[in-house]
């Protein structure tokens, strides 16, 4: 974890496995991006759900036909009375960086029992709405689409 946000072309990784005698390692994706822990958790009502894009056709007998799609995650985040300065900088200004077809990683709960559930690679799915709620304090909406494989 680097303190503050680092630019760079390359990136050299070494890593150190002496258990490992063919010196081989698998990393089915290696992400590095600024991190943004808001200083307040989402607002009651943010929610977690499951949509499907997959197709459903009935015969005229009523059977139905299905062209399956994977399911996927749908994060809405609303954070309410952050400092007006925060969600400008941290949470409008990285949306306004990775547009709706870049990425983000998204971890709503750290605990190990709950972190495959809960935590997932995203797009936005629409920019967020940013609005002031209060003298200096702010509000910010997300909608988050999980990105598949």
Request: hydrophobic fraction near 40%; aromatic fraction near 8%.
């Amino acid at each position: 974890m680097f303190d503050d946000d680092v630019r760079i072309a390359a990136l050299d990784v070494r890593i150190f496995d002496e258990g490992n005698p063919d010196g081989v390692i698998d990393l089915g994706r290696l992400l590095c991006m600024a991190g943004w822990q808001p200083t307040r958790n989402p607002l009651l009502g943010s929610g977690l759900g499951i949509e499907t894009d997959t197709a459903t056709e009935k015969s005229q007998s009523g059977a139905e036909s299905f062209d399956r799609r994977e399911p996927f995650r749908v994060y809405t985040l609303n954070y309410g009375y952050l400092p007006e300065q925060e969600a400008l900088d941290r949470g409008l200004e990285m949306a306004r960086r990775i547009g709706i077809d870049g990425e983000v990683f998204v971890v709503n709960d750290y605990r190990p029992a709950n972190l495959h559930r809960l935590s997932f690679l995203a797009r936005l799915r629409q920019p967020p709405v940013w609005e002031r709620s209060a003298p200096r304090l702010a509000n910010i909406s997300f909608q988050l689409k999980e990105r598949l494989p």
